[in-house]
């Protein structure tokens, strides 16, 4: 995995603002943007590991805490 | 081993080694305060990256590479070892820890991002006095392992089972310990552990 900088907020005006403000990637491979937003990890970090993915920037959103998304009833999903 | 050039500082890798090993509670690299939420395009990314957790109610600041995952920074850095890395790459479970009542698995989730929270782990079960959690001793009771690498990942998931309330049919225990893979195939016997260990904590 390469360095990264990381940053974590819980507001998403301001999640945006640094995704936005982080320099661009000269190359234009998506798995190679400048910055990615981590929410849940399994598929970033995953990547991340591997080498697939290298931001130079993380920025954390798992604080956004999202009402929808905790509002879904996995046990309803499951098993209705 | 003490070398008399006069050359500044001594950094070898061997007392590196040692300052890091005599430093896993406290590690104090920096003697700044940790930058949280600051823009951090200037500084370079391989500073050490400062968090401050509560783990099985210590506290512990560490100063590590960006880089470290939780389960990396308990096992290596916090010298909790119960934690186990199996595939670290969030398929067998081995690395389930809590977060803030939360099972996450520890090998996905990046130790800076849980600066300031609380994190459970299969050390912190039991109480101080040595008397096994509820769950730990159903495992026992049960036999509900055979060579045990993935229990702590099965212990602390089926804490977290119980107390998010999906317990209440060997159906429901199943689909919610469906994260934590045993290669044993103990299965039945964690499902008979969960189910013991659930009226205990209830009656806690």
Known sequence: ?80 | MVSHTNSGPQWSRRNFLATSAASTMSVTLLDHPPTTAAPSSAADPRNPFVTNTTINNRHYRLAIDVRTTLLDALREHAGLAGSKKGCDHGQCGACTVLVDGRRVLSCLTLAASTDGKNITTVEGLAQMDGTLHPMQQAFIDHDAFQCGYCTPGQIVSAVACVDEGHAESEATIREYMSGNLCRCAAYPNIVDAIKQAKTKMKGA
């Open chain 1, 1 to 80: 995995m390469q360095p990264f900088h990381f940053a974590r907020t819980a507001d998403a005006k301001s999640a945006v603002l640094m995704h936005g403000s982080s320099p661009k990637d000269a190359s234009s491979d998506p798995a190679n943007t400048s910055a990615q937003y981590l929410a849940g990890g399994t598929t970033l970090l995953d990547l991340m590991k591997l080498g697939v993915t290298r931001p130079e920037q993380v920025i954390d959103i798992n604080d956004l805490g999202h009402p929808k998304l905790a509002a879904l009833n996995l046990e309803r999903m499951a098993f209705d």
